[in-house]
């Protein structure tokens, strides 16, 4: 982007929005030095759609009235047996005026039966036990233990679990605050899912003068984003006997001690016994020694989230190192000793150019060993296009099939892993072009592990904007790409366009498959949906039959999207186009309507993440 096309966007932004982007410029300034120009934009853009107006969306979809107080309070006497939810709640030396406000959240909770659970780590302040001792004696409900002896959190919260009655534990800072409606959403979730186990909600950021912010809207059950980040908490859920069977919190893991206490108990619970709630029920109170701000406020913390997940890799026997990377963690698998062989597929059409740089770039950059290339010619008549495969075809690794039939792209994929040496498929589009080199070692470790479908990458457009990030349902109708056009250097919503995670579908562009679960499923379906869409109901069929499609960003390729298919809206393509719709819609409609990777609070209008007016949740 050119000076002149820069100061043009700014100026544009300017006068359209004026102190509402002058608000918002230190943020993107901030953006800027990380993303550039394009970055900046698009982070202004985003900022300043009145979709993302957060303050404007609390007062509309996330303030009681009475009458919602009513009706809650109704459905909570109608309940046959509501169980006692007992709050975890560490202290040490917090701010007095924080500690009571944190307490008198759990105080005003609509939801009265709860038990709150306050162990004291020696707190130096005399002012705090005035505070606790107060409480305690003023409500029955809560419970207060003083340690004389300073242990750190974990051990803190091990005492505040000796109090516990109830069969489950909510885990609250002694700074945060519940919204008044939180514990009745966490029971209703209950009632609703006796065999739950494990129960989060959505949270957001609170600050000194009580403006809310940076909500954290989230999919329901996500075990390669939870183990990217920790999604879970907060609010977090749980079974007390679970957690006691696990053996409550481990001291030496401070600062991740609740995400390491939540993979120990997920490692005994089916993933349908982990429950997600998607409201904001927690607010993170931000100031500068809270890790809301900042991880860097408790640089202790990453190191011990490193161990927490390593050793949970120990535990389930899975061969992998995770380390920290700023904005999450990045798990790396390690690949068996004997390389499987990868076949890589490639349809075309002529297309000389892309697939010399196709090729050659898979050829220059991949360092993953052993790999076989198959091109399906799907009828070229080019002449310098036909003598270049033929030329490939003599190499020991390269084959050549030639398929006339009318272009199918799914029946053409189908032929070639039919065909297909390797144990591995890669299904890549004669447009990809290679950058990272560990791209293909970085799929297929994934897709080797249990439980996993399909593998997508990070693909960009040549101008370095986003083209993939997963696919979410429902976007468009029915499905887009996440992120899309965000601008490199960006991590996206939450992080998510820059950690591992599973997503209902990724594209077939670039896509890692072991060939027996392909095969399993039926692989693309060349029946129904011949060009468009067919690598969405693949995957949708993946997670039907049991495995998980998961993204990676560090495995990142070039898109020259479309280069070589033509218009899908040109008239003799728009009836095949929107069968493949129609077929897609009726066939997947509940999936569609309510992806779990993404959020029924995010908006179906655009792909940034933005809110979603009004929210697709259980209104009262």
């Known amino acids: 982007m050119n000076l002149i096309t820069r100061l043009t966007h700014l100026i544009r932004l300017g006068v359209q929005h004026g102190p509402r982007m002058a608000a918002k410029l230190p943020q993107a300034w ?26 404007n969306w609390v007062v509309t979809y996330d303030t009681l009235t009475a009458e919602t107080r009513t009706a809650i309070t109704q459905r909570v006497a109608a309940m046959p047996a509501p169980p006692l939810i007992s709050i975890l709640m560490p202290t040490y030396n917090p701010n007095p005026v924080h500690l009571r406000a944190a307490i008198e959240s759990v105080r005003a909770q609509l939801y009265p039966h709860w038990e709150l ?24 409900r809560i ?42 959403w966490m029971v209703d979730r209950i009632a609703k899912h006796p065999d739950a186990r494990l129960i989060y909600s959505d949270e957001d950021k609170i600050d000194e003068s009580g403006q809310r912010s940076d909500p954290y809207f989230k999919p329901d059950w996500n075990i390669d984003l939870f183990r990217s980040q920790n999604m879970f908490s907060h609010l977090g859920v749980l079974s007390a006997e679970l957690v006691r069977s696990v053996g409550g919190f481990r001291a030496g893991l401070e600062g991740s001690q609740d995400w390491d206490l939540v993979m120990r108990c997920m490692e005994h619970v089916d993933a349908s016994q982990v429950q997600h709630v998607p409201r904001v029920l927690y607010h993170w109170r931000v100031h500068a020694e809270s890790t809301a701000r900042s991880m860097n406020a408790k640089p202790y913390a990453a190191i011990a989230g490193e161990r927490a997940l390593n050793e949970h890799y120990q535990r389930i026997g899975v061969k992998a190192v995770a380390e920290y990377q700023q904005f999450g963690y990045r798990t790396r698998y390690v690949l068996p000793d004997e390389l499987p062989l990868v076949s890589i597929i490639i349809p ?7 697939m010399r740089q196709c090729i050659q770039s898979i050829d220059k950059k991949t360092t993953y060993g052993r790999y076989e290339i198959i091109i399906v010619d799907n009828g070229s008549d ?45 299904l890549v589009n004669n447009d990809i072009e290679v950058m990272s080199p560990d791209w293909l070692s970085e799929m297929v470790s994934i897709a080797l592990q249990p439980g996993v479908g399909a593998v997508g990458a990070r693909l960009w457009y040549p101008g370095m904007a986003l083209q993939h990030g997963g696919v979410v349902l429902g976007l468009g109708g029915l499905a887009c790409h996440a992120h899309k056009d965000l601008p490199r250097g960006l991590n996206g919503y939450a992080g998510r366009a820059a950690l591992i995670q599973s997503f209902s579908a990724v594209t077939a562009a670039c896509l890692v498959v072991r060939k027996a679960v392909y095969q399993q499923v ?45 218009d899908d809206m040109a008239p003799d393509k728009r009836k095949r186009f929107e069968r493949e719709i129609a077929y897609m819609k009726s066939r997947w409609a509940d999936v569609i ?25 259980e209104r009262i």
């Open 117 to 140: 659970c306050i162990a004291d780590d020696a707190s130096t302040a005399a002012e705090v036990r005035s505070i606790l001792e107060f409480y305690r004696d003023s409500d029955p």
């Open 143 to 184: 419970k207060v233990v003083f340690r004389p002896k300073n242990g750190h959190i974990s051990s803190a919260s091990n005492s505040a679990l000796e109090l516990v009655t109830g069969p489950w534990i909510a885990l609250m800072d002694h700074d945060d605050l519940l919204p008044e409606h939180a514990l009745f």
């Open 382 to 426: 080019d002449p310098a296009a036909l003598a270049y495969f033929a030329n490939l075809a003599e190499r020991a690794n390269v084959r050549v099939l030639r398929d006339e039939r009318p272009f199918n792209y799914s029946a053409l994929n189908n032929a070639a892993v039919a065909a297909a040496r390797g144990d591995v498929i890669a």
């Open 30 to 55: 901030r953006v800027y030095r990380k993303a550039g120009w394009q970055g900046m934009v698009w982070e202004l853009r985003r900022r300043m759609r009145k979709t993302n107006d957060y303050a």
């Open 522 to 566: 039926g692989g693309l379906d060349e029946l129904h949906l011949t060009v468009a869409f067919n690598d969405v109901d693949f995957c949708l069929r993946l997670r039907e039959a049991g495995y998980r499609n998961v993204w990676t960003p560090y495995a990142e390729l070039l898109h020259h999207e479309s280069a070589t298919r033509g």
């Open 348 to 354: 075309t059409r002529n297309g000389l150019d892309l």
């Open 593 to 617: 309507a309510n992806d779990p990777a993404y959020s029924p609070n995010l908006t179906l209008d655009a792909e940034d993440f933005s809110y979603a007016w009004p929210p697709r949740v």
